[in-house]
């Protein structure tokens, strides 16, 4: 009897363990400047896998697709790739028109943007073949001032954050301007938080916010130095993490005194704004602008 317990308490951890393993949260990072787009494991902060990318590319935006590809933007296009590094399939942006937004929806299905006039927000199946299309002019004549990340909204409109504006826009499939809320402009990307309210990053204004987009009413904001351990340089990418909390990029592209200031690249905040994890590698992590959860 006692030699069954003893088996079943080893057999109990075991499974203990497995689960454990089975639970480890990798990470998928890119960034504009970077050279490579990488999965990371969470715990440990080591590289697992690795696609390189061309001088030039700016990558911002990487996602993981149900079936566990990788699917990221470049400016000059869109593409997915397996994890063995085979090409499933590449969507170019037209000449002068820059691709920033690859974001997986929540049908399983792809969304696409690229900068430029008009610019041009697409859906896509699995296999790149195009389901719809939406035209929109932002008004914004540079192309790389128009937009970095374009999300679809729960009511299916278009959620577009003008980088050289001062408004985020929601726009209907149709390309109308059905809302135009603003926050105070520089924005890279808006993230769904509950009923109306998005957490919105604002770039170079070094700001983290959670918005009202019906009244335009700024429910919390962290300022430059209002996170403790981070100093928010270019605030990017934002996803929500696994514990309830947000991932957030933190750019430093712009500021040559960055590396010097020891802030994280990406970090995970939560609910109550505490720093719960993080990442400061300059050594073997260039400018990180996007972050996605594998599945």
Known sequence: MRRLLVLASILTLFLSLASCRQEQVKLLLGGSG?????????????????????KGWECNSVACTPEGNILFSYRKGAK???????????IPAPEGCEMQTARI?????????????????MEVDKEGKEICRTEYETGIERSHAQFRQV??????????????????CEVSPQGELVRSTDLGGNFFTVLHDKDDLYWVACGDRHILLKANMQT???????GQEDIQGVRLFF?????????????????????????????????????????????????????????????
């Open 34 to 54: 970077w050279n490579k787009v990488v999965i990371i494991d969470k715990e440990t902060k080591q590289i697992e896998w690795e696609y390189p990318l061309e």
């Open 80 to 90: 997915v790739v397996t994890k063995d590094y085979q090409e499933l399939w590449n």
């Open 105 to 121: 929806l929540p049908d399983g299905n792809i969304l696409l943007a690229w900068a430029g006039h008009p610019s041009v927000i």
């Open 151 to 168: 999300n679809k909204n729960t009511i299916g409109n278009y959620m577009i954050p003008l980088m050289g504006g001062k408004t985020v």
């Open 216 to 222: 335009g009413e700024v429910v919390a904001q962290y």
């Open 235 to 295: 605030v990017a990418g934002l996803c929500k993490s696994e514990n309830g909390g947000i991932y957030v990029c933190n750019w430093q592209g712009h500021d040559k005194t960055a590396k010097e200031a020891g802030s994280p690249q990406v970090f995970e905040m939560d609910e109550s704004g505490k720093v719960v994890w993080s990442l400061n590698d300059n050594e073997r992590f260039g400018m990180i602008s996007d972050v996605c959860i594998m599945k």
